[in-house]
């Protein structure tokens, strides 16, 4: 499924209100995220059926990303995460429910089927890719659905981000059923992986814009870059009142979340340049050799150090005490 996520990523708005949207299609597309990651380490792979051309599907083998087991795993971490950085049981469940949605999701689409555990294991495919007609009616029904919820949900806002989303969700569902439906030649790897690996993260970044809250003053501008499913933040804009802070150790946990950021960014630049030579995309890697010739080693240091920012950032804006 591709459109039917995100619906379920704005549906979820429900669960809470407070969450930017954004969060939770990126959760509800994290599977697929991950198949990009599988897909390139040689991990997980796919094979297209005899007669592609008509078909407009692929067969997957993705225990990591899509099974049910590492599903759950998955759903735990980012819920996890979740709560460590909002503080609100309600977001934490809301990301649960939408990663764990793709994999019932896909289960209703894929024609293979998802494994319970691993690969060789019991699968859930019902297989509705083989009628792509209703597959795509299917999804275009829960867009609707999902922007109703959503609309219903920010109504208060209504006319500064409801009618944007909405917009960009309809584009975003004709692009991507169309898309599927006219698909005929099989795209290379690189392409597929490509796009599992940027479509997410571009796609939850967009309607994180869109369902971006009124800042006040005090918080200054912020801009937030999407980037490789990295979320780098970039803070201007005439940042904050250091008088409404309270507390020393608040305004140097300030202090160490603005420096992290750019090491993070740091961290994820030199990853990519990694990953970019590994594909050879761009030139020669700096380190040939060594546990920090990794790109895995660079993404993952950027995401923990980001973490760390964000979650210091809300410690010294006193938001965690002010959370329920
Ligand atoms: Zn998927």
Redesign the pocket.
């Known amino acids: 499924?591709g459109i039917g996520h995100v619906a379920v990523g704005l549906s979820l708005k429900r669960i809470d209100p407070e969450s930017n949207v954004g969060w939770l299609i990126l959760a509800a597309l994290l599977?697929?995220f991950l198949?990009g990651w599988f897909a390139l380490g040689g991990w997980e792979s796919y094979a297209p059926p005899a007669g592609y051309e008509s078909k407009h599907y692929l067969l997957f083998t993705f225990p990591w990303s899509?099974g049910l087991a590492a599903g759950l795993i998955w759903a735990a971490t980012g819920a996890f995460l979740a709560f460590l950085i909002t503080r609100r049981r309600r977001c934490a469940l809301g990301v649960a429910i939408a990663v764990l949605s793709?994999f019932v999701l896909?289960g209703i689409a894929q024609v293979k089927g998802l494994p319970l555990v691993l690969s060789g294991s019991p699968v859930f495919g019902l297989g509705l890719w083989r009628h792509l007609p209703f597959e795509l009616a299917l999804e275009a029904g829960m867009t609707v659905a999902g922007l109703w919820i959503y609309l219903n949900t920010t109504r208060e806002h209504l006319q500064r981000t409801g009618t944007g989303m909405a917009i960009y969700t309809a584009v975003l569902a004709v692009f991507l059923v169309i898309g599927q439906w006219r698909a005929a030649g099989l795209p290379s790897r690189a392409a597929l992986i490509t796009s599992w690996l940027m479509a997410p993260p571009i796609m939850a970044g967009i309607a994180l814009w869109f369902d971006r809250r009124p800042r006040s003053g005090r918080r200054g501008l912020a801009a937030r870059v999407v980037l490789e499913g990295m979320i780098l933040r970039i803070r201007f804009g005439r940042g904050m009142k250091v008088s409404k802070v309270r507390g020393k150790n608040r305004r140097i946990a300030l202090m160490i979340a603005s420096v992290l950021t750019p090491f993070s960014l740091m961290a994820a630049v030199l990853g990519l340049w990694r990953l970019g030579s590994d594909l050879s995309w761009v030139g020669e890697f700096a380190i040939p050799s060594g546990p920090l010739s990794h790109w895995q080693v660079w993404l993952s240091a950027a995401a923990g150090i980001e973490t760390c920012s964000l979650a210091l950032g809300r410690y010294g804006r006193g938001e965690d005490s002010a959370a329920e």
């Open positions: 499924m599977p697929d198949l899509h793709h896909d």
